[in-house]
């Protein structure tokens, strides 16, 4: 079978571009960081309620504890995501080039910029 498979217009790539993937990687970070802070909540919810007896307060605040750590897990992810594929994107348009030297560069700009506000 020699033809294409999707109908494509007329000059279009048959791959998306890092700026198309950008908004998959943004969101499934944001995604995957309310996903692992509500389960590291719920520990640490757990954890520190172990003395009380189960009740409206100790479920309340098990659950504050996961929407929490849900919400700041997903801002952090995010945030993240959102400057990778934003210097990402930068790169690719300045170099006019698609290759492993934008990643690179990209995820060392992120790793460079997360880390000069003096976080662990």
């Known amino acids: 079978q020699d033809t294409d498979e999707f109908i494509l217009p007329t000059g279009a ?17 944001c995604m995957t960081g309310a996903a692992f ?24 605040q098990i659950l504050n504890m996961v929407t ?9 992810l995010g945030s993240l995501a959102l400057l990778y594929s934003a210097f990402g994107v930068i790169i690719e348009k300045t170099r006019g080039a698609e290759d492993d030297l934008n990643t690179i560069a990209a995820g060392t700009l992120t790793g460079m910029l997360y880390k000069s506000t003096g976080r662990i």
């Open 13 to 29: 790539n048959k791959t998306r571009g890092r700026f198309e993937l950008a908004f998959f990687t943004i969101g499934g970070c």
């Open 68 to 76: 929490r750590q849900g919400a700041l897990w997903a801002n952090t």
């Open 37 to 60: 802070g509500a389960l590291n909540g719920l520990r640490l919810g757990l954890k520190e309620t172990q003395n009380m007896a189960w009740s409206k307060p100790r479920n309340v």
